[in-house]
């Protein structure tokens, strides 16, 4: 009987730790400079986990074959060395790590419409693109990095080349022994034709909740019932988790009209905003088994010198969106224990 009941506890506790063991991840920017321990106590602080390290290439238009990257002329952070570097250092720290290789296409036009006019140039494109993903997805092995993204936000490309990203997958595993994903814009991960050969569903989670300037909790969480319904009925046909590959508001009025939107606007700073539609998140997703935690939009390294009172834009630092998020990943560590 005692044996009986001891199994029962086992069982118990596995259940229990199964469904706060999450990926508790800030999607930590790219610098011109070296990290040192300042920059990382602010994460070890907001009690995360995981961070993202996204080392960038670059493409002068949407349908420019030519990808750069890896060059002196890139800031340290957005190349091979300064990406080694901030893995070492967070690894020092106990923090976990999802290398995010992402392309930035000049004056910040969307990846996702990304064409070639041509087969010579949609060939050029994929033989520099394998280049860099392989090039971190070695790097990714090397420095034991536990979560690899493939892409993101790569919808015409990957609509427009199947096979190409069949193969990559299998080039990438053939390197690469951790967990891979992908990171699909929310618009764009129901139809993403691969999730059976890769470990996470990632999706970029900027869905939109609702068109009032002032969002409440009840509005929010009604905006994400239809969301959830899709997402929860995918992870089950793909048996695979969803992960928020990327997760956050701006702290402006309309935060959950349009989520995804990086312009320069000058809408009203809205605190209360960003924090409520972010512990709504928090509330809907996270004690979910089918859901493996996400990462939050952006984290910047010079903590003491961002965010605050009057910015609008996504970072949660120095705002009270931090302390909803510090409050959640505290909760999960000590419930993961």
């Not at 015409?156 to 390197?175: C, G, H, M, S, Y």
């Not at 959830?228 to 935060?255: C, H, N, V």
């Not at 539609?277 to 996400?294: M, N, R």
Request: with cysteine.
């Amino acid at each position: 009987m005692k044996k009986l009941i001891f199994l029962w506890v086992l069982v118990f506790i596995s259940c229990s730790s199964s469904k706060f063991d999450k990926v508790n991840g800030v999607s930590f920017v790219s610098s011109r400079e070296e990290v040192a321990q300042r920059h990382i106590d602010p994460v070890l602080d907001v009690q995360a986990n995981y961070a993202a390290i996204m080392p960038f290439g670059f493409i002068r238009d949407l349908d420019s074959p030519e990808l750069v990257f890896n060059t002196d002329r890139q800031w340290f952070g957005e190349r091979r060395e300064g990406a080694e570097q901030y893995i070492e250092k967070l690894h020092q720290n106990g923090v976990s790590v999802m290398v995010k290789p992402q392309i930035w296409i000049f004056d910040g036009q969307f990846t996702g419409n990304m064409k070639m006019p041509s087969e010579e140039d949609w060939k050029k494109l994929e033989g520099s693109y394998e280049e860099f993903i392989l090039l971190y997805a070695k790097m990714a092995e090397e420095t034991q990095s536990d979560i690899f993204c493939i892409g993101t936000e790569l919808k015409t490309f990957i609509n427009e080349r199947p096979e190409f990203w069949n193969d990559l997958i299998q080039k990438v595993r053939a390197v690469y022994m951790g967990k891979i994903t992908y990171a699909a814009n929310w618009d764009e991960y129901a139809k993403t034709p691969f999730w059976s050969e890769l470990d996470y569903i990632g999706v970029n989670a900027y869905f939109p909740l609702c068109e009032k300037q002032q969002p409440t909790i009840e509005t929010l969480t009604q905006g994400w019932q239809p969301w959830k319904t899709k997402m929860r009925e995918l992870a089950k046909q793909e048996e695979r988790p969803i992960l928020f590959t990327e997760f956050g508001y701006r702290s402006m009025d309309f935060t959950g009209k349009k989520p995804w939107l990086v312009d320069r606007n000058q809408m009203d700073v809205n605190l209360k905003a960003q924090a409520d539609a972010t512990q709504v998140l928090f509330d809907e997703f996270w004690s979910e088994d089918w859901f493996a935690g996400g990462f939050v939009w952006k984290w910047f390294m010079q903590h003491d010198k961002v965010g605050g009172q009057d910015d609008n834009r996504f970072t949660p630092q120095n705002k009270p969106a931090e302390s909803v998020i510090r409050r959640q990943y505290a909760q999960v560590r000590r419930s993961s224990r």
